[in-house]
């Protein structure tokens, strides 16, 4: 299923892309899609029913806001240096163990809303990537098979970056990573059971209308089951989780100077097949 919620931000409701392509209304079946949706197996069924039936409301998709898929997100650990020819464009040994690092809940917004600059930006990078959703409560798994079982489903995410912020202000990275608008998520959440291989996806990024980016999860240096696994001995992974899990080559910070850095006016698109599309403007905060 390809779930997602419209509306404007803060009163998004849920909604469904049917296989025909049309856009359904889920409000009548359930409150919104969150993590105790994910978790809940008797409510999935109803909207697969519900699905199934083909006889849910319409909506008018013409000027009707795309937000993140999820709500109530708990918490987001990102991976980065997790692509084999990101590691080599930056100069980067492939790292040993998975690199982690944080990004708040409050950084996502929906897949065409505004991205903004921050104020002092000189170096606001781009880096589309495959977002994983857990739906199942998870704690120490031992295998691909059982971590893989714990993810309900996956979406596209842009894990926008600061450099400088990141990088040359001291500390963890985090600093680069948290700027408000810094993760838009979707369009959908394209539940597990249509993404047969998470390593098996391509993924792609423009700015302006130039291809930056043409990558594959078959790149990643730690795939997702492992990612998951890994994850899950170092902190409980709760439904409605999120894992963005690194981006391949072609960030501006791997192009040679004067690198091409993000300014107001900038307009990226990005997607994953089988995951949707994203597009958004910036501006300056």
């Known amino acids: 299923m390809k779930l997602l919620r419209v509306g404007p931000a803060g009163a998004e409701r849920p909604a469904l892309l049917d296989a025909g392509g049309v856009l359904r209304d889920l409000s009548a079946v359930v409150p919104d899609i969150d993590g105790a949706l994910l978790a809940d197996e008797a409510a999935l069924g109803r909207v ?13 998709a013409d000027g009707l806001r795309v937000g993140p898929p999820l709500a109530r997100i708990g918490k987001i ?3 980065g240096l997790n692509y084999h020819d ?50 199942r409560t998870a704690r120490y798994l031992e295998s691909a098979e059982e971590a893989l079982a714990h993810v309900a489903g996956y979406a596209v995410a842009h894990d926008v970056s600061e450099r400088e912020f990141q990088i040359e202000r001291g500390g963890t990275w985090d600093k680069g990573k948290n ?27 423009w700015v302006n209308g130039a291809l930056k980016q043409n990558g594959t999860t078959a790149d990643q240096i730690f795939p997702v089951a492992e990612v998951v696994r890994y994850l899950s001995h170092f902190m409980t992974l709760y439904p409605g989780d999120v894992i963005n899990t690194g981006t391949p080559a072609g960030v501006a910070l791997g192009h040679p100077d004067p690198k091409p850095y993000l300014r107001a006016g900038d307009v ?14 910036l501006r300056d905060a």
């Open 179 to 205: 700027c408000e608008t810094f993760n838009p998520l979707g369009p959908w959440l394209v539940t597990a059971d249509e993404v047969p291989d998470p390593q098996d996806l391509a993924l792609r990024l």
């Open 48 to 60: 697969r029913a519900a699905a199934t039936a083909g006889d849910l409301p319409v909506l008018d």
């Open 86 to 135: 990101h590691a080599r464009e930056t100069g980067a040994e492939p790292p040993g163990e998975p690199v982690l690092f944080f990004k708040a809940p409050d950084t996502v917004v929906g897949p065409y809303d505004t991205v903004l600059v921050p104020r002092r930006s000189v170096k606001t990078d781009w880096e589309v990537e495959l977002a994983v959703v857990i739906g």
């Open 268 to 281: 990226v698109e990005l997607e994953i097949a089988g995951l949707g599309r994203q597009r958004q403007e």
């Open 77 to 79: 650990a990102c991976i």
